[in-house]
């Protein structure tokens, strides 16, 4: 009941303030890294877009609303660090699945996709599936993940269901480094764990961006119970490090 009860209180801040979810929580602040080869738009294509956008149905876009900030390191390179911005769809209260940008205007590059579970379905992955995912309890507490722009009531009450949850993260274009084209194969991310792994100019950068500030966050969530992590997940900190291995030899890291 409790977990159905957080994201009772999410949703409802959700239906009744869609346009800052989306908009002003967005907060248009953040540009993309990478600009895309190719000529402008022609007048025909816009008038497709336009067109496309007046007339077609989407729901599976029209589900992504609730938006989420944090940070991630390619596995097995703490130090090839990144801000992603998540734009999430709450399936249920034990699923959500987000697709994740590198900025949040209009131009921002699809960079990858995060599937967050709950504790309960992350104990009944096999051992080997529990490697590919990491725990959400220091990101929370720290103040790192942030989701901009709902009352804070709100969010405190996200970040207490997210505390429990466990997510699995892989980058398909790796901004940090192609700045044209999304190249190589997709990359396996994790989050942080401990204090001094996040490298703290960037989130001072992010936290300036967004008028926030994450000492303040850590503080206010010290209310949050913070759980045990389930020993399957960060499997990195036992020297277990997974990345799938690239045909096209295409650096991913710095």
């Given amino acids: 009941m409790a977990a159905t009860r957080t994201f009772l209180v999410l949703k409802t801040a959700c239906a009744s303030a869609a346009a800052l979810l989306l908009g002003a929580c967005a907060a248009d602040n953040t540009a993309s890294n990478v600009v895309a080869p ?5 007048p025909t294509t816009r008038t497709l877009d336009a067109g496309a956008a007046l007339l077609q149905s989407r729901p599976p876009i029209d589900a992504l609303n609730a938006y989420l900030d944090g940070f991630h390191f390619y596995n ?12 999430c769809a709450i399936l ?17 590059k699809l960079m990858g996709v995060e599937y967050i579970i709950s504790e309960r379905l992350f104990t009944g992955l096999p051992k080997a599936e529990q490697a590919l995912w990491h725990s959400h309890v220091h990101e929370v507490k720290s103040g790192q993940l942030v989701a901009p722009g709902i009352p804070e009531v709100a969010e405190h009450a996200l970040m207490e269901k997210l505390v429990h949850t466990y997510g699995k993260t892989w980058h398909t274009w790796h901004t940090d480094l192609h700045k044209d084209l999304p190249l190589g194969v997709p990359q396996l991310m994790m989050g942080f764990t401990a204090d001094g792994q996040a490298d703290p100019q960037k989130v001072a950068e992010r936290d300036q961006r967004f008028g926030i500030d994450s000492a303040q966050k850590r503080k206010d ?9 389930a020993p ?10 997974f990345q799938i291995a690239d045909p096209t030899q295409t650096p991913h890291r710095h």
């Fill in 38 to 42: 190719g000529d402008a738009p022609s």
């Fill in 76 to 87: 097995g390179d703490m130090k090839a660090q990144m801000e992603a911005h998540h734009y």
């Fill in 92 to 108: 249920n209260d034990e699923v959500i699945q987000c697709v994740i940008y590198d900025g949040n205007r209009k131009d921002a």
């Fill in 221 to 229: 969530r010290a209310d949050i119970p913070a759980p045990a992590v």
């Fill in 232 to 241: 399957g997940a960060d499997a990195w900190r036992r020297g277990q490090v």
